[in-house]
């Protein structure tokens, strides 16, 4: 709190916040109030830090305290005498007579009034400087000269602190919830970047595939097929586990791919296996399945037999043989004019224990050996003992004309779409491929599936005639262009030629197989869905 003080050196009231006296420039301590050497910067009383003195002021010492003139004058000291006149004031004090008596000192008193020295005159009134601040005492540690050293705090517990402090920001933050949406936007944008392959940045794949669609196949006694997909390229790797507890891996396939296939062999027969598929990506991120499956029982082999062989169907260019076996083998048939053979029919892989055979480009009246061969799944083979059959003579013209197997078919003359006259007997010496239809439902995938045959089989060998039955020209035309069809098409608007072959069109299609000498050897009076059924007819003959 701002007062009134007096100046220790003169005594000039002075605010008590003053650092100079303004009457006789003498430097205050703000703290004690005490009188301040020159060139010192702490209080030498109290320890308080002045500073230095204010720039353009000279510092000084204070001068003394003016001593108020005397009402008694001093002697004029006798000279020669060497005494000192009474009055004479020294160092010490004032001499009366011959006896140098001690100055008196100033008690200090708390008023600004003072006790007049019974010796000489009454001394200047000196305050006792007081600002509300106990004076230091006069003993004990003084502040050390010099510069005081900044003090500072640990700068391992600001930084603790501020840890601390943004920890507690960060939880709260997170706690909340504020960041949630912010940062699921930017790994979502993050994530739709497609970045180039070759750059050094950009997310890594952490995204394992996804194994779908596993099945084992091929179960045999021995041996096994694992299959399975998976939703991005990656390798195949199984592992294999018996039920006593033993685990094997298959190799390790490297190539990254969608579709999966490992095979297992050296298999227990009539034991249950489990297994784990396993896929890894390029990001190495891997993708397993688990699964089980039992090889099939030991069983105990079974001669193989072949047993009721018989013939059929036969003409002077063909025949069908059939036989049968105890269990499931394939079929083939070796034949030719002496017992050494020398033909073979194509081999059937097909299992089957009821076979059928036909040999057909025979010679007519020609007596032919044959033997049948059959092989079962484990390998088994078994061939029959030598047989003979006798093809027919050629048809002759005075055969019997019907539209049924085995006999010669009627002949007929009908006009194409160009308007063409064509006849059955043009093609005497080909596989002719009758086949009567209109244009209702069944078209639809009949005459596209003959398309397909006759753009695979036609030539000089084969030829196919389909005959429409009661439709003008331009409906046939219209339905022909409509499914792209080349073959030859011929017009029946009368139904005659329908009526001579007992063909029913207009609730199915009815086609007759028709060999180079005329004759029917096979006859359907119901449509075709694929072509490979007509195929398998066309083989057959």
């Not at 076979?355 to 007596?367: A, I, R």
């Not at 389909?466 to 139904?495: C, H, M, R, V, Y």
């Amino acid at each position: 709190m701002t007062g009134i003080i007096r100046c220790p050196n003169c005594g000039q009231e002075i605010d008590s916040n003053s650092r100079f006296c303004p009457r006789c420039a003498t430097r205050i301590c703000p703290g004690c109030h005490g009188v301040i050497p020159p060139g010192v910067k702490f209080c030498p009383h109290c320890g308080f830090a002045v500073g230095p003195a204010i720039t353009g002021e000279a510092e000084q010492a204070a001068p003394p305290p003016s001593t108020p003139p005397s009402t008694t004058l001093s002697p004029t000291p006798i000279p020669g005498s060497g005494e000192r006149p009474t009055g004479w004031q020294t160092p010490g004090g004032y001499i009366t007579g011959r006896q140098e008596v001690p100055s008196p000192q100033p008690t200090p008193v708390p008023s600004v009034s003072a006790t007049p020295s019974q010796y000489g005159p009454p001394a200047m009134p000196v305050p006792t400087p007081y600002s509300g601040i106990q004076p230091p005492p006069s003993v004990g540690p003084r502040m050390p000269s010099g510069p005081i050293p900044a003090r500072r705090f640990p700068l391992a517990i600001v930084t603790v602190m501020v840890l601390f402090g943004v920890s507690l920001l960060g939880f709260a933050i997170w706690s909340q919830g504020w960041l949630t949406a912010p940062i699921t936007a930017t790994q979502q944008w993050i994530e739709g970047i497609e970045w180039p392959g070759w750059l050094p940045f950009g997310p890594a794949d952490t995204t394992p595939p996804v194994i779908q669609n596993v099945s084992v196949s091929d179960i045999t006694q021995s041996s096994a097929v694992v299959t399975w997909e998976t939703s991005e390229p990656a390798t195949s790797q199984v592992m294999l586990c018996e039920p006593e507890g033993g685990c094997t891996w298959t190799e390790l396939d490297e190539t990254l791919t969608t579709t999966h296939s490992v095979s297992l062999s050296d298999l227990k027969p009539d034991t249950s296996y489990k297994f784990t598929a396993t896929s890894t990506d390029a990001g190495k991120n891997q993708a397993i399945y688990e699964g089980e499956f039992t090889t099939l029982p030991e069983t105990t082999a079974v001669a193989l037999l072949i047993s009721e062989i018989t013939t059929s169907n036969l003409t002077d260019a063909s025949i069908t043989i059939s036989w049968k076996t105890n269990s499931p083998a394939s079929s083939q048939v070796e034949y030719g004019i002496s017992e050494t053979y020398g033909d073979t029919t194509p081999y059937v892989e097909s299992l089957t224990t009821e076979h059928s055979v036909t040999l057909t480009g025979l010679q007519p009246d020609m007596t032919y050996h044959f033997r049948v061969i059959s092989k079962d799944a484990a390998g088994n083979e078994v061939v029959s003992e030598d047989r003979t059959f006798t093809t027919g003579s050629t048809v002759s013209v005075t055969a019997e004309v019907a539209p049924e197997v085995g006999k010669r078919a009627p002949d007929f003359t009908l006009p194409d779409l160009n308007g063409n006259e064509v006849s059955l007997s043009d093609f005497r010496g080909k596989l002719v491929m009758v086949t009567f239809w209109v244009d209702v439902r069944y078209a639809i995938t009949h005459m596209p599936a003959v398309q397909t045959f006759y753009e695979k089989w036609s030539g000089e060998e084969l030829e196919i005639l389909a005959i429409n039955w009661q439709q003008s020209k331009e409906q046939a035309e219209t339905f022909a262009k409509d499914k792209g069809l080349t073959f030859p098409i011929l017009l029946d608007q009368q139904g005659e030629v329908a009526d001579k072959y007992r063909a029913n069109p207009s609730s199915n299609p009815t086609t007759l197989f028709i060999d180079e000498w005329g004759v029917v050897r096979k006859r359907q009076d119901t449509s075709f869905k694929t072509y490979t059924q007509i195929e398998e007819i066309v083989k057959s003959l």
